[in-house]
């Protein structure tokens, strides 16, 4: 069974609501239950709210963008299954999406790619930010298909790691919650993942599609998303 994990924020409300109605639709198989968190003293519409099984409001202890990366991290607190399917307010199921394909024998799927192989300068800049955080260098991004799923045995070892407790410790910090994660799963538990190089196995033509909240909506964009 699993965990649908989503973070957050009042001003990606009317992104999150397509993605609801996406969801509704075309998210497929064992997610039995569904999980939002949002800060505190948020209003959620009544299309956004009915559909999550389970509400959290939490204190953010860090600047919006890290304190939701936490969060996230931190999603094995407020989940009670073994695995977590982690969507964004801006994730668009167009296309029926079957979340147990992705969770074989007990092993989620999760895809890695050369950073060589990245063209875009600003991805690379991860490899750092993510030695920085949990020490540990590593030659691949695992960002490239969303959205992703981790079993909490990841997340729980990441939270209680000795280095990365003492980089969120402090306020101006960079972080990238799933390369974390990824790094953690390929080098401390990777029997619990079919790790694939994106090279070996293409990925699935049907993924949801990701976008992006913070450059607003544009004429094509709104045309995509009344498809849905």
Known sequence: MI???????????????????????????????KVLVVPVNTQIPIDISSF?????????THKGY????????????????KYILFSDSDCIYYDPFDVDLWVNDGKCTLYKTLYDNIDDVS?????ETTYVAVGIDSEYE???????????????LLDNHKLFNQHISHQDILLSEFNALGVIAATELPHLYDIIEINERP???KLPKPYRSWGGFTDDIRKELEQI
């Open 203 to 205: 990925l699935a033509p």
């Open 52 to 60: 999550f099984d389970k509400i959290v409001y939490t204190q953010e």
């Open 3 to 33: 965990s649908l994990f989503v973070r957050s924020y009042e001003k990606d409300f009317e992104w999150l609501s397509y993605s609801v109605k996406s969801m509704r639709v075309n998210l497929l198989g064992s997610v039995t239950e």
């Open 66 to 81: 890290i304190a939701q990366q936490i969060d996230k991290i931190r999603a094995y607190k407020y989940c009670s299954n």
């Open 123 to 127: 991805c690379k800049a991860w490899r």
């Open 142 to 156: 695992y960002m490239r298909c969303v959205p992703l799923i981790h079993n909490v045995e990841t997340l729980i």
